[in-house]
């Protein structure tokens, strides 16, 4: 199935994932769709439950969507502010990338934001201690090439029309207070940051926020997915064996880019982490053991809250 993907981009978005995310899920007519770490929200625009709560800590995310579902930003709006600005930084260079991200940081628009996302380095999101964007120039003054912005446009025209069809609600909300709104018929899908990689300022992340999830979903009446890293070649994720562990969990390895060289493309563990056997669990189990591994609870993960 062709993935939708969304205008803002994020460290870490599960583009590649969506897919294997979405058919694992378990979403009943009546229930809410929860993400507490919306981020770019590649992964509920792609399920498309039919009422929603995507929530952040990152008010400009959350402002941004609000923004479209509100109409105060549109398709044509995108393409114009985008077209102006990508011809200013053509011709200025960096000079006009960092005028603009001084702008945002006085005024936080929507807009100003896109712009940002899509020109600075790596579309790394990134905020300092004062709430600051701070990430530099991409260094690429022909960024907004006609067909680049076209790409943008059409990205929010199919979020124009999956607002007009859904009842989404974006909210600017903690994890904490967002997972207990979820109730039995309710699905969460649990996208943080992983610790020590994707994280600034509006998302950082500790021992204690992973043991908090933890109590939160063990406790949870809905089911879950949680997604994480399992292990790459250097390390694996001690998180696994001390939280995780006790929920089932499906492996699979993919590929990721970091830079340009073929040295830097390295093979990543994913692991989808839930309170239910996996629908496709049959079928799942006859691919490849090194590519797609499903592991069950090591105990009844019910009983653990005092034992960890």
């Not at 029309?161 to 600017?172: E, G, P, Q, R, V």
């Amino acid at each position: 199935m062709r993935v939708i993907v969304p205008p803002i981009k994020c460290q870490g978005i599960k583009t590649k994932l969506v897919n294997w995310i979405k058919e694992n899920a378990v979403l009943y007519d009546d229930g809410l769709w929860i993400e507490p770490f919306v981020g770019s929200g590649v992964v509920g625009f792609n399920v498309r439950p039919k009422k929603a709560i995507f929530s952040d800590t990152n008010p400009h995310i959350i402002n941004f969507y609000n923004n479209i579902k509100e109409k105060k930003i549109s398709a044509s709006t995108v393409r114009s502010f985008l077209e102006s600005e990508g011809e200013k930084l053509k011709t200025e260079g960096e000079k006009h990338y960092y005028n603009v991200r001084e702008r945002f940081n006085d005024k936080f628009s929507s807009l100003d934001f896109l712009f940002l996302n899509r020109s600075c380095f790596n579309g790394v999101i990134r905020f300092n201690k004062k709430g600051k964007f701070n990430v530099p120039f991409c260094r690429k003054e022909e960024r907004f090439s006609k067909a680049y912005i076209t790409k943008i446009v059409n990205q929010v025209a199919n979020l124009e029309s999956f607002l007009a069809n859904y009842d989404w609600k974006f909210i600017y909300r903690d994890y904490v207070s967002t997972i207990k709104l979820a109730g039995e018929n309710d699905f969460i899908y649990c996208d943080p940051p992983y610790i020590d990689r994707h994280v600034d300022y509006y998302n950082s992340w500790s021992h204690e926020n992973e043991r908090k999830l933890f109590e939160l979903l063990l406790s949870t009446k809905a089911k879950f997915i949680l997604s994480t890293w399992h292990s790459n070649k250097y390390r694996e994720n001690n998180y696994i064996n001390e939280f995780w562990s006790h929920f089932y969990i499906l492996i699979k390895s993919h590929f990721y880019h970091v830079g340009g060289s073929e040295e830097n493309r390295n093979s990543m563990n994913e692991a989808l982490v839930m309170n239910y056997k996996p629908l496709y669990q049959e079928e799942i189990l006859t691919e490849t053991p090194e590519q797609l591994v499903l592991f069950e609870p090591k105990s009844t993960y019910r009983n653990v809250i005092n034992t960890i």
